[in-house]
Each structure stands twice: as C-alpha cells, then as structure tokens.
C-alpha cells in the first residue's frame, strides 16, 4: 500500500507578486525553495488563507533571496499581492517509509523572511 504524506510545508507567506500574462505556475525565492526540499516543477497545491482558494499549481525558481512568491497564470485570479498563503508539497511512499518520515515545515514572517523550520505541528490542544 502506497500514501500520501505532507513533504513539505510553506506556512503563511505573502504573494508578493500575480502576473496573469506569465506562463503559468508560481515563483518562489530559490533560497525558500532548497530549504524547504521543493523541487522545480514539483507539483504543488496552495491554500490561500485569505480567500479560502485552495489549487493545484507548480514551484518554479525566483531570484535567491528576493522574497519573492509570485502566483502567476491562470492561478493570479486566486491569489493577490498581500494575500496570506500554505504552500504544500506532498510524496507518495509506502508503509515503511511512511513510518520514519518527517516533513520539512517552513514558518514565514509578513516580509517572506524565515523565523523557523521544523519536522512537526504541534498536537491541537482541546
């Protein structure tokens, strides 16, 4: 049996950036990315927490150390400039792989700036 677990997690950066006119896809800053363990073209989904927009789209690089998160083609009509955002990137492994992995979880300030990076969330408390 194969599943689907969280690979890695970009939790609440800024859209800095939508072009609608770019060729699909979003930009995120090289430097976020290689943190993170996204790679380019890696299918990624966004959940835009503004907006409650939740797509499919793929990570492409942006200049190292820009910041920059820019949502672009089709996806610009779902994300603005200013917008909150989850970026997920997600691996299918099987049962015993599954047992040991750790996602990369990455936090954001409203600058883009890493304030942290873990391997867990916390238990929800009742």
Same mark, same amino acid.
């Given at each position: 049996?194969?599943? +689907?677990? *969280?690979? !890695? =997690?970009?939790?609440?950066?800024? &859209? +800095?950036?939508? @072009?609608?006119? #770019? /060729?699909?896809?979003?930009?995120? %800053?090289?430097t976020i990315l290689d943190l993170a363990g996204i790679k380019e073209y890696e299918q990624i989904q966004i959940y835009n927490i503004n907006n409650g927009e939740r797509f +499919?789209? #793929?990570?492409?690089?942006? /200049?190292?150390?820009?910041?920059? *998160?820019? &949502?672009?083609?089709?996806a610009a009509r779902l994300a603005c400039p200013g917008d909150l955002i989850? &970026?997920? !990137? #997600? !691996?299918? *492994? %099987?049962? =015993? /792989? !599954? @047992?040991?992995? =750790?996602p990369t979880l990455v936090y954001f300030n409203d600058k883009n700036e890493v304030l942290r990076s873990s391997s867990s969330i916390p238990v929800q408390l009742a």
């Open positions: 049996m194969q599943i +689907t677990m *969280l690979k !890695a =997690k970009l939790h609440r950066a800024t &859209v +800095t950036r939508s @072009e609608l006119g #770019y /060729e699909g896809s979003c930009a995120i %800053d090289s +499919t789209t #793929y990570a492409i690089r942006a /200049e190292a150390g820009s910041g920059i *998160l820019s &949502v672009n083609g089709a989850i &970026v997920c !990137a #997600y !691996a299918i *492994l %099987d049962q =015993k /792989e !599954a @047992e040991s992995h =750790k």
